[in-house]
């Protein structure tokens, strides 16, 4: 079983209908948790960063942490032709080396 | 500012010959990463440098892998031997560290390797 699970997609939604992106992962000791946003032959974007549970807004996004339930979300309202990517999330324990354990990605398409 | 950079963006070498990829992390980025991105998968990390500290080397696949870095600036990723295996995208992070704590990692746009 993978540390970090993640639908892979692809995920193809309307212009302006609200996308849900979801991991679930197994190890305990993971506190940070980040989505990285990555467009075709680019390298992946920094979108959110959270410690630990709870909510965090920033525009159009918001990203929820369920430490009991190990799930995380990325939550995208009206979404726009631009979100058109690949959403990698991404979380780490509290070492000194603080190296990231990914998801597979889910491919988003937002038709316009 | 200038973010992660690296070198080449494209590399297309034999099976059975070495390459080498480049680094450059965000000016001040003391922490830096390589990552592995395999068609279709997740980033795998593969080392991690921190100052003078010695890196974490747990990620590397094979001994054919190794990885240098200069102080706290470039940083040079060696595949000897290449597999047609060792295709992939092959990417960069710099993050901040202070108190111990490394920060957000910043990516560059990766080097896509293809061993034919």
């Known amino acids: 079983q993978k540390e970090v699970e993640q639908d892979p997609g692809p995920l193809s939604v309307p212009e302006g209908a609200i996308v849900s992106l979801n991991c679930t992962y197994s190890n305990s000791a993971f506190q940070y948790f980040m989505w990285y946003r990555q467009y075709s032959r680019k390298g992946p974007e920094l979108l959110m960063y959270t410690y630990s549970s709870g909510n965090k807004e920033d525009g159009r996004f918001t990203a929820q942490v369920d430490k009991s339930s190990k799930y995380i979300s990325l939550f995208i309202r009206d979404s726009q032709p631009s979100d058109s990517a690949t959403y990698l999330c991404?979380?780490?324990?509290?070492?000194?080396?603080?190296?990231?354990?990914f998801g597979t990605g889910t491919l988003l398409a937002v038709q316009p | 500012g200038a973010g992660v950079s690296q070198s080449p963006s494209n590399k297309v070498t034999e099976k059975g010959k070495d390459v080498e990829l480049r680094c450059d992390p965000i000016?001040?980025?003391?922490?830096l990463y390589w990552y592995r991105q395999r068609l279709g998968q997740g980033l795998e990390f593969l080392i991690y440098?921190?100052?003078?500290?010695?890196?974490?080397k747990s990620g590397l696949p094979s001994d054919r892998f190794s990885a240098e870095r200069t102080g706290e600036s470039v940083s040079t990723l060696t595949i000897q031997r290449t597999q047609q295996e060792d295709s992939a995208v092959y990417l960069c992070?710099?993050?901040?560290?202070?108190?111990?704590?490394?920060?957000?990692?910043?990516f560059g746009p990766g080097t896509r390797l293809t061993v034919t």
């Open positions: 992070a710099s993050s901040l560290v202070a108190g111990g704590f490394s920060y957000e990692q910043y």
């Open positions: 440098f921190q100052g003078n500290s010695a890196p974490d």
């Open positions: 000016s001040g980025h003391t922490a």
């Open positions: 991404a979380m780490s324990g509290a070492g000194a080396t603080n190296k990231l354990i």
